[in-house]
């Protein structure tokens, strides 16, 4: 059973910051993409990230760039977020997902991911 457990959310002021982390349970991680998706309230899911399978690509969707950071670390099977400045809009519960692949290409549909977390919110005051 493919797990992916998010942690590291929760409240924090404008200008702030917050690490996400994402242990996985999967044997080959470094064989999965990884995606970071957020969802706002009344909103829909919402890619922010995609790392390769080394995390020698990152991508990040155009409103986090300069102020979000991931990484991973495939000997602890796990991907982290790293947020900074964080501004009252990036309010949101955030996902982990992961997909095997054989390749690198860019994956930022909800559909490109096999395996998703469940969340973890975080909320950040004006």
């Known amino acids: 059973q493919v797990q992916l457990v998010e942690s590291g959310g929760g409240l924090v002021q404008a200008g702030g910051s917050l690490r996400l982390s994402c242990a996985a349970s999967?044997?080959?991680?470094?064989?999965?993409?990884v995606g970071w998706f957020r969802q706002a309230p009344g909103k829909e899911r919402e890619f922010v990230a995609h790392i390769t399978r080394n995390g020698g690509s990152i991508t990040y969707t155009d409103s986090v760039k300069g102020r979000f950071t991931s990484s991973r670390d495939n000997a602890k099977n796990t991907v982290y977020l790293q947020m900074n400045s964080l501004k009252p809009e990036d309010t949101a519960v955030y996902y982990c997902a992961a997909s095997w692949t054989y390749s690198d290409h860019l994956r930022t549909r909800i559909n490109d991911y096999n395996y998703w977390g469940q969340g973890t919110q975080v909320t950040v005051s004006a």
């Open positions: 999967l044997p080959t991680f470094s064989n999965y993409a």
